[in-house]
């Protein structure tokens, strides 16, 4: 007797753990069911930042090349993240910084907005630098990408290099 009454016990124990007030497709007050499917709930942006260093270097000639044309590099940083849901990317964002025509350390902001990372993103967001000469008609320059997790960015900084193929 004593084994079937702990056994009751136990389940009903379980259903009561189980057991909400309101059923899975209960109503807001005030708010239509054909409202509450079509209006996702608006969400406040919750602003992040996670600066890093970024060392951009450049051949002696691509220093000479922008010079003579007037012209300077841009900097281009993309976060994303790998979305939840499906397949692909999450856009968390951009920023773009134009600097001189010499070897310098860069300090990107990293911002982005922890609240769509927390809904949309799994996994760390990421980074990806990449620069390019910001005037028409000017040397034309190769330059390597840095792609990284953010969160290691902030350890270990990022490096870009550039080499000039034609003026």
């Known amino acids: 007797m004593t084994r079937l009454t702990a056994f009751f016990l136990a389940v009903l124990l379980l259903v009561a753990c189980g057991h909400s007030r309101e059923p899975a497709g209960a109503m807001v007050p005030g708010v239509s069911e054909a409202a509450s499917l079509a209006e996702p709930a608006s969400h406040e942006p919750r602003p992040a930042a996670l600066p ?3 060392d951009v270097t450049m051949s002696g000639d691509v220093h000479q090349a922008l010079d003579a ?8 940083a ?5 979305a939840r849901r499906g397949k692909g990317l999450v856009s968390l964002g951009a920023e773009t910084r134009d600097i001189s025509a010499r070897d310098q350390s860069i300090t990107l902001a990293g911002r982005f907005d922890a609240g ?3 809904r949309e993103v ?3 967001p990421k980074v990806k630098v990449s620069a390019a000469v910001n005037a028409e008609g000017g040397p034309v320059v190769y330059c390597t990408e ?8 902030v350890e270990t900084g990022g490096y870009i290099h550039c080499e000039l193929i034609s003026e």
């Open 146 to 153: 840095f792609e990284e997790a953010l969160p290691i960015a």
């Open 78 to 82: 993309d976060y994303s993240g790998k």
């Open 52 to 54: 890093f260093r970024l």
């Open 69 to 76: 044309a007037g012209a300077r590099l841009a900097i281009q």
């Open 122 to 124: 799994s996994g760390d």
């Open 116 to 118: 769509q990372v927390a």
